[in-house]
């Protein structure tokens, strides 16, 4: 029986949403900690990350639940990527999903500490999960480190914030983005990938499709930002600061980041076909990357 990615999608991110409330509602910590990692969990994300990890088991034919500690873990860090990404000290933004930023209700300090929760608790979900092996756990712990820390998300963070104003070109803003955004949408395919017992070409195939997906996924944002707002020059920063970044449809035009997108699309979308698995949900998901609307 095929399930639709419909079903599939409203089926997985319910669980993850109930394991995500109940993860949080067990940590001794207090109300407030707790809270302000709650509001932004709870924020209206589309969950993709964890849809392409439990959509990565499922075309190995296994059961998309034995991720789902990976996955709790690999939402909570994306959260905390956004929490800090909002601070005044970094985009400066009062709003994200349309509702007031995590530092705009709770203060900065407590949105520091809810982001630095939700990234240390988001390894110790998976080191408790029972249903791992221990082999499997360091292998995933180490490469979360790996693409969430400074070989990872961190120093495209960096070096994004260092490229405020600048003019790039499209190889410094693609090494941006295949660390800021790219590395973490690689490990919710790699994760699962492992989870489901890949051997080292799979991971490989998966590794080159999850590139092309990141890439995909970071084009059509930047092209979402410029038919939500009508700006053309670079992504504005922040409220009112004034500053701007680099985008693809800066440096390519609006009609070049569009054939660039499906370029990355096609490229994912062969790969996939070389993978050889039950990857229709994953080639659903895909496309869904190049036509979504928010
Ligand atoms: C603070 C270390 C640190 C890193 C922050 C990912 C990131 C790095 C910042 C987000 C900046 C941004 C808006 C990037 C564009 C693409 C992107 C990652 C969007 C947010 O991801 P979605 O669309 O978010 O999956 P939702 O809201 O659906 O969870």
């Known amino acids: 029986m095929t ?13 993850l949403d109930r394991s995500l ?12 900690l707790k809270e302000a990692m709650i509001y932004s969990l709870k924020a209206g994300g589309k969950r993709i990350r964890p849809l392409l990890l439990f959509s990565t088991i499922t075309a190995f034919e296994k059961d998309p639940e034995r991720g789902l500690a990976a996955a709790v873990s690999l ?38 500490l809810a982001g630095d929760g939700l990234l240390t608790h988001g390894f110790q979900l998976i080191a408790d ?21 400074p070989e990872g998300m961190v120093s495209g963070q960096i070096l994004d914030i260092q ?11 693609e090494y941006i983005h295949r660390h800021k955004t790219g590395k973490l949408l690689s490990f919710s395919v790699l994760a699962g990938a492992i989870i489901a017992g890949a051997n080292d070409k799979q991971l490989a195939l998966f590794e080159k499709f ?9 084009i059509s944002d930047d092209i979402l930002d410029i038919e939500g707002s009508e700006q053309v020059i ?5 409220s009112d600061t004034g500053k701007t970044k680099s985008t693809y449809p800066a440096i390519l035009t609006i009609q070049g980041a569009r054939e660039h997108l499906s370029y990355h699309i096609e490229e994912a979308k062969n790969t996939l076909k070389e993978i050889d698995l039950h990857t229709s949900i994953l080639e659903k998901m895909t496309d869904l990357i190049e036509t979504r609307d928010h």
Request: proline share 4%; with cysteine; hydrophobic share 40%.
């Open 163 to 173: 490229g405020e104003n600048k003019k790039m070109d499209i190889v410094e803003l």
């Open 129 to 149: 999960d029972n249903h791992l092996s221990d082999q499997i756990k360091v292998k995933i712990i180490s490469l979360l480190a790996k693409c969430a820390g």
């Open 3 to 15: 399930i639709s990615m419909e079903e599939f999608s409203n089926r997985y991110k319910t669980l």
């Open 75 to 112: 939402e909570m860090i994306h959260t905390y990527s956004l929490v800090h990404d909002d601070l005044p000290s970094m985009d400066d933004d009062d709003l994200r999903r349309g509702k007031p930023t995590n530092h705009m209700v709770f203060g900065e300090a407590i949105a520091i």
């Open 234 to 238: 670079g992504k504005p920063v922040g």
């Open 21 to 32: 409330l109940s993860a949080i509602s067990k940590l001794e910590a207090p109300d407030v």
């Open 210 to 218: 999850s590139q092309h997906l990141g890439l995909a996924f970071q």
